[in-house]
C-alpha cells in the first residue's frame, strides 16, 4: 500500500516538475522572441526617422534653390506636380 502511494505521489511530483519546467521554458522562449521583435520594430522605427529627416533636407534644399531673387517661391499644386498660379512670399 506504501509503494502504491509512493508511486502515484512520485509519479504527480514528476508530472508537476516536468510542467513546471516547460512552462518555465515555455516564457522564457517567448520573452526571448517579444525582446527580439521589440528591438527589429526600434530599429524599423529609427530607419523610418532617418529617412523622413532626409526627405525633409531634401525638401529644404529644393525650395531654398527656386527662390527668385525677391524671395518668392512658387506653390507647388501636389496633385498635378505643376506650379500653380499662387505665389508665397517668404520673409
Known amino acids: 500500500m506504501i509503494t502504491l ?8 511530483g514528476t508530472v508537476l516538475g516536468v510542467g513546471i519546467i516547460a512552462f ?5 522562449l517567448r520573452s526571448a522572441i517579444i525582446f527580439k521583435q ?3 520594430i526600434l530599429s524599423l522605427e529609427e ?17 531654398d534653390s527656386r527662390k527668385d531673387k525677391n524671395g518668392v517661391v512658387h506653390e507647388y499644386d501636389l ?3 505643376r506650379i500653380s498660379d ?4 517668404i520673409s
Open 5 to 12: 502511494l509512493a508511486q502515484v505521489f512520485f509519479s504527480w
Open 47 to 63: 530607419e523610418m526617422l532617418s529617412n523622413h529627416e532626409r526627405i525633409l533636407t531634401l525638401e529644404k534644399k529644393m525650395t
Open 38 to 40: 521589440r528591438k527589429r
Open 86 to 89: 499662387r505665389e508665397v512670399k
Open 24 to 28: 518555465g521554458l515555455g516564457l522564457l
Open 79 to 81: 496633385s498635378s506636380s
